[in-house]
């Protein structure tokens, strides 16, 4: 794998089928310090990675020499509004086109019977004056493609029409210019200018829906870059400034009102907020934020009011990181695309030689002119490697953009094809199937009321970076608990924490601390330490200078979707093993409880590394799902890797797939979502093959004696067809409910 920093990302304009794709990458690959390129013909991109530094003049130079149009990708590039103009250049020329092609088709009505045609319009100087702007205005994308594919010593789709068309074109001109030559060569004379402005019309046509498709591919990583702010008030001496997000910098103070975005990442410093977060976690339901909480940029503040100290700003935000990170997803191809190319690097010719074959064989075996010139345009005309070429990638950009809503980021496509394989799932506990955080369980007091001891507790934890503090302050909250001021405050690692309150010493923490303060342990405290630890809890006492006046006990929480998803596990039959590090006590009450039979506890990294090595050489294809930290060695071992964020970090690089908040329901979204992309990719080759399997045997003429047939028109509509089919099925993942 390339180092990612080492590479550039250019869009390009131009590309019609996977033949464009092939160009563009070998051309780029001849230059010295091109390491590896990446083109997807459906983002319309190409990602260059280089071991050493480059000119992008170069690479540039290097695509337009072949027919294309390119630039960088960033903000600053004026491709867009190039699109923009194409785009309108062409909707007028098929407006202007469409008219002619009306006119001309109303000259074959007549030779259908149809009467009151004006005799003009069948005349072939009308015909041809017609023509000539259709063939060499409006088809002149194709006619330039094609030349400079020929200059390349190339072939792609444009070849294929300009050479239908201009056969077309060409023997109705000769056939108006000089009628007695083929007379006396026993040829008789047919003008196919309404097939050639036809196909023409017909073919951009499907180029101009295929682009608006195209753009629609990846609306998904558009609307995030749209989603975010694009200005900030910022808070200077106490005033507020209205400022562009540009402006930004790492510890300004920006106020967020309601109904506002969120212009950067940070962490609250005053005030309280209402988030919606749906926009990146795919969580639709609305997430309260406090004093000290980090929050998204990008996101909306639906209630309160709130000041933010900035933490990340510009490609540092998670949404830029999430967009990078999708982008650079959807540039990569998986085993079966390559294969596609590799078929589709020869299409274009094989179709060429199909077409003088079919010519030849009609001219003389059959001796019909007509048939051989028309059968062959049709076989020119129908075959597509634009369906080919669309198949993979499309369906791709919308399935991994479609994640990337729902708060799942894939990293690496080539799990797609094992997702749907997958037979067992090993998973971690803490921060997994628990939510990873410690909360107060018990306030067992000897000495004075609950809330007293709350309260003496929560004085104390105001100081500590303990994972129980943010818990214990939270209850002391929500019962509007004012707390002590304390002194002389002390962490003791490993043992627990101590402080002065109205010149009183209080300790919490565990037996070792005791005995260090000198603190008898009675056996009834013992015994209901014992107690609380056969529960699978954390039991703490808490101390006076004299005596334990109370213990309190914490615990991790299951998650509240962990059981649903389990057991939804159970129906597909995929295998659930739990593997900790926790002790055997705590394992085990969680395993009960969710109802998983094998887990193992107390178990190292390097040993869950181990498990899932002997598991793969059983036959089984793992999945591993855990935090991405701890259990890195096991998540770069398994057949699949699965992470769970945490909302503000998605560089976890052990792991296949990211799940941006760590909820557990995203497990289940993963593997049937994996299951449809491969499944959209399979149907869209499918019918692309087939399509070519089918249609081309008959386009030229094999079934003809059944009376099966196609014209040239027909063909080009096929072809337009066929490449909107495929963009069609894959947009259907944009809207996929899971």
Excluded at 18 to 34: Q, R, T
Excluded at 221 to 226: A, E, Q, R, W, Y
Excluded at 265 to 292: C, H, L, N, Q, R
Excluded at 384 to 389: T, V
């Amino acid at each position: 794998m390339e180092n990612k920093n080492n590479s550039l990302d250019f869009k390009i304009y131009g590309m019609t089928c996977s033949a464009c794709v092939n160009k563009v990458e070998n051309e780029l690959k001849k230059i010295d310090g091109i390491s590896d390129v990446s083109v997807n013909l459906a983002t319309e991109k190409a990602k260059v990675f280089f071991s050493k530094k480059i000119d992008e003049s170069i690479i540039i130079n290097s695509i337009e020499k072949i027919g294309y149009k390119a630039c960088l990708d960033n903000k600053n590039n004026n491709i867009d509004i190039y699109l923009e103009k194409e785009i309108k250049n062409t909707k007028i020329k098929l407006i202007i086109g469409s008219i002619i092609g009306l006119i001309l088709i109303t000259g074959m009505l007549h030779d259908l019977g149809f009467k009151n045609i004006p005799h003009f319009f069948m005349n072939p100087y009308f015909q041809l004056v017609l023509t000539i702007p259709v063939q060499f205005w409006v088809g002149s994308k194709f006619l330039l493609g094609a030349w400079k594919s020929f200059l390349n010593k190339s072939f792609d789709m444009n070849t294929l029409v300009s050479l239908g068309t201009l056969s077309a074109f060409t023997f109705s001109l000769f056939a108006t210019l000089f009628p007695n030559v083929l007379l006396k060569n026993n040829i008789p004379i047919s003008y196919y200018y309404e097939s050639s402005a036809i196909i023409i019309i017909l073919v951009l046509l499907g180029k101009y829906i295929e682009t608006k498709a195209k753009n629609k591919t990846s609306e998904s990583i558009k609307s995030l870059i749209n989603l975010q702010a694009k200005k900030a008030i910022l808070l200077e001496n106490g005033k507020e400034k209205e400022v562009e997000i540009e402006k930004l910098k790492i510890n300004d103070i920006v106020l967020v009102k309601p109904g506002q975005k969120i212009p950067s990442d940070g962490i609250i410093i005053k005030g309280y907020g209402v988030i919606d977060e749906s926009m990146i976690t795919g969580e639709s339901i609305p997430v309260e934020k406090f004093v000290d909480d980090k929050v998204i940029g990008s996101t909306i503040n639906i209630n309160g009011s709130f000041e933010m100290k900035v933490t990340k700003i510009g490609e540092n935000t998670l949404i830029s990181q999430i967009v990078k990170l999708v982008e650079n997803t959807q540039a990569t191809k998986i085993p079966v695309q390559k294969i596609v190319d590799k078929v589709t690097s020869v299409f274009v010719p094989v179709i060429i030689f199909i077409s003088l074959i079919t010519f030849l064989v009609w001219l003389l075996i059959f001796k019909n002119v007509t048939l051989a010139f028309l059968n062959s345009i049709s076989v020119l005309v129908i075959a597509c490697p634009c369906a080919m070429g669309l198949a993979t990638p499309t369906a791709i950009v919308v399935g991994v953009g479609r994640a990337a809503q729902l708060g799942i980021l894939i990293k690496n496509l080539q799990i797609l094809e094992i997702l749907g394989k997958v037979n067992c799932i090993v998973t971690d506990k803490t921060g997994t199937l628990t939510k990873g955080k410690p909360e107060l369980k018990d306030i067992v007091s000897f000495k004075y009321k609950e809330d007293e001891i709350l309260k003496i507790i929560a004085s104390l934890e105001k100081n500590s970076e303990h994972p129980l503090s943010y818990s214990i302050l939270k209850k002391a909250k929500e019962k509007n608990i004012d707390l002590f001021e304390t002194e002389y405050f002390e962490n003791i690692v490993g043992e627990g924490i101590g402080a002065e309150i109205n010149s009183i010493e209080y300790y919490l923490g565990n037996e070792k601390l005791m005995k260090r303060k000198r603190i008898n342990i009675d056996d009834k405290y013992k015994e209901i330490y014992e107690k609380l630890s056969s529960e699978g809890k954390t039991p703490m006492y808490l101390c006076d200078e004299k005596e334990i006046i109370a213990l309190i006990s914490s615990s991790d929480t299951i998650k509240d979707d962990a059981k649903f998803v389990i057991n939804n596990l159970k129906k597909k039959n995929i295998e659930l093993i739990m593997i900790t590090g926790d002790n055997k006590k705590t394992a085990e009450i969680i395993a009960n409880e969710l109802g998983i039979k094998n887990f193992y506890a107390e178990v190292l990294p390097q040993e869950k590394f181990n498990y899932i090595k002997k598991l793969q050489n059983d036959g089984k294809i793992v999945a591993m799902l855990g935090d991405g930290i701890n259990d890195a060695p096991a998540l770069s071992q398994a057949n699949v890797s699965i992470a769970m964020g945490n909302g503000s970090d998605i560089a976890i690089e052990s792991s296949d797939i990211t799940i941006i908040k760590g909820d557990l329901k995203k497990v289940i979204q993963i593997l049937a979502l994996g299951d449809k992309i491969m499944k959209t990719i399979k149907q869209n080759l499918f019918w692309a093959f087939i399509y070519n399997i089918i249609f081309i045997p008959v386009a030229s003429g094999l079934f003809y004696k059944f009376n099966i047939r196609l014209s040239p028109i027909f063909s080009a509509l096929a072809m337009s067809l066929s490449s909107i089919s495929v963009l069609s099925n894959s947009l259907r993942l944009k809207f996929l409910k899971i």
